[in-house]
């Protein structure tokens, strides 16, 4: 096969989510001496885009996200160790977790994925995690962007106990904070001063995509 | 372990109707539209105190076949515990079906339970130890039933194996120290959406079979959520509830207004014998026949 064949091909199995094929192109595209960051940004995050583009129009569902999602991480398990060796960088890293009191973690799988699929490195930190261990994880991995997933009108206002830990550890500007989950919305998104909110898997790739942009451009690097 | 008692009831009231659930009975349909989740202008109707929205989906779901009304008023940053007391005095003026008053803060329940009259079914416990203690005296002290979720402080369980022993020490918990009768008791075997796991419904057939089997009580579950995120959904709801209630469900909190699902669910009572020589289905298609075009 051709570079621009294992690309294509790359870039086909991922949108079907044929996860053993993306792993066999990836070894051959290595195989030809290809670049890992070519196989990722003109195969792996195009085709993920591309997913994530016909969810949003409604011509692609649920499971064809999740499994397109686990092709590419398939991959990415190959490619990360290589492209930290060379020195390309994520598009950011983004760390993870349910509240405290709350176990639900459906809808925050499926964010990590497409997450993933856009290039973050993402550190999910499980579920029932208390603000403490939000705080010294963001200490531990220095994160961009923070989220804070909740299902229970119940466990929203572990929101607000993470922000004023996060405040009072005197790094709430050190990260970005994203909230998400069922009974969210941007109203309380807003009252607990978080800097993002986003309705659905896809949806939370752009906006974090967004929030970092206005970031790097605000904060000279 | 083996339930060999009698078929428990699970007996729910409103101030003049009364409604049966039980593995010998005709499948209890709850509907679930009035909650506020993930429908905006509701939302901002019920913060801005309009219920008119409410009224409309009484009569959507009474005309839609409903035994039972969720009431769900979960509206961030608003007095839950007001709004449902509210609500629930406003469907009891409207119509005699019990209710299923649905909520994740204890305050609200509680404030749910006094406005209400008759015998409600409260949604929901967990078998956490700190919710048990919170909600299950109101449970008692009230008289309802309650549906319970078999999830601890740990995970939602994805094997049936641990759904089935937290289904125990709920009813252990339940009937020893708070005196709640096991017919109260109503067990949501766990319904996960399909198009996250595509084994899912498998786990969630088998913990109502067994549940059935070896603690005879009833059972209750979110049937919308196995179709999220998938292409139409009315068809796999009108499949996946009957072959819930071959496995053991007695009752869900479903989309009662689409007749597709409505339908399949009446159809698998007539062939699990719940419909007494299909009397009920016969009626339904006489009304129909009778009603004008």
Same mark, same amino acid.
């Given at each position: 096969m051709t570079p621009e064949e294992i690309l294509q091909g790359l870039y086909d199995e991922t949108l079907i989510g044929n996860a053993p094929r993306v792993l066999e192109l990836t070894e051959e595209g290595l195989g030809l001496d290809m670049a890992p960051q070519t196989l990722l940004f003109d195969a792996l995050i195009p085709s993920l885009e591309e997913v994530g583009a016909r969810f949003e129009r409604g011509d692609f569902f649920v499971p064809e996200m999740l499994i397109a999602g686990r092709a590419m991480a398939g991959a990415m398990e190959r490619l990360r160790p290589l492209l930290a060796e060379t020195g390309v960088e994520t598009i950011g890293k983004f760390l993870m977790g349910t509240v405290k009191g709350d176990v639900h973690d459906i809808g925050k799988n499926l964010v990590d994925i497409m997450l993933e699929g856009a290039g973050f490195e993402v550190v999910d930190l499980g579920v029932q995690v208390a603000p403490e261990r939000f705080v010294a994880a963001i200490e531990e991995h220095q994160p961009d962007i923070v989220g804070f997933s909740a299902f229970l009108t119940t466990t929203m206002p572990m929101f607000k106990a993470n922000m004023n830990a996060l405040e009072k550890a005197g790094i709430r500007d050190s990260v970005i904070v994203m909230v998400g989950g069922a009974p969210v919305t941007q109203e309380y998104a807003d009252a607990v001063g978080a800097d993002g909110y986003a309705a659905d898997a896809s949806a939370t790739v752009k906006k974090a995509k967004a929030l970092l942009h206005e970031r790097r451009a605000k904060v000279p690097a | 372990m083996r339930y060999d008692g009698e078929p428990l009831h699970t007996v729910l009231r409103s101030a003049s109707k009364e409604v049966v659930i039980g593995h010998d009975q005709r499948f209890c349909l709850i509907g679930e539209r009035i909650n506020p989740t993930g429908?905006?202008?509701?939302?901002?109707?019920?913060? &801005?105190?309009?219920?008119? &929205?409410?009224?409309?989906?009484?009569? &959507?779901?009474?005309?839609?076949?409903a035994d039972v009304l969720d009431i769900n008023m979960g509206v961030p940053l608003t007095d839950e515990p007001a709004l449902l007391d509210q609500a629930i005095r406003l469907v009891q003026s409207l119509t005699d079906l019990p209710v299923c008053i649905d909520s994740s803060v204890v305050e609200a329940l509680e404030a749910g339970l006094a406005a209400y009259e008759g015998k409600a079914l409260v949604n929901s416990v967990t078998a956490e130890d700190e919710r048990l203690a919170a909600i299950l005296p109101l449970v008692k002290q009230h008289g309802a039933a309650v549906i319970a979720l078999p999830n601890d402080e740990d995970e939602i369980p994805m094997d049936a194996d641990k759904r089935l022993a937290l289904t125990g020490k709920i009813i252990t918990v339940a009937t020893e120290e708070y005196g709640i009768p096991r017919a109260d008791l109503v067990i949501d075997p766990l319904a996960m959406p399909i198009g996250a796991d595509t084994a899912t419904s498998l786990v969630t057939f088998e913990t109502?079979?067994?549940?059935?089997?070896?603690?005879?009580?009833?059972?209750s579950c979110g049937a919308s959520n196995t179709s999220f995120g998938m292409p139409d959904r009315h068809t796999l709801g009108a499949a996946w509830l009957p072959m819930a209630m071959s496995a053991g469900l007695t009752s869900a909190i479903m989309d009662v207004r689409t007749p597709e699902i409505v339908a399949a669910v009446k159809a698998a009572d007539v062939f699990l014998n719940h419909d007494d020589w299909g009397m &009920?289905?016969?009626?339904?298609h006489r009304a129909k026949a009778a009603a004008p075009a």
């Open positions: - | 429908r905006r202008l509701f939302q901002e109707q019920l913060r &801005a105190g309009d219920l008119s &929205a409410v009224e409309r989906d009484v009569r &959507a779901q009474v005309e839609g076949g109502m079979r067994r549940i059935r089997d070896e603690y005879g009580v009833n059972m &009920a289905w016969i009626a339904a």
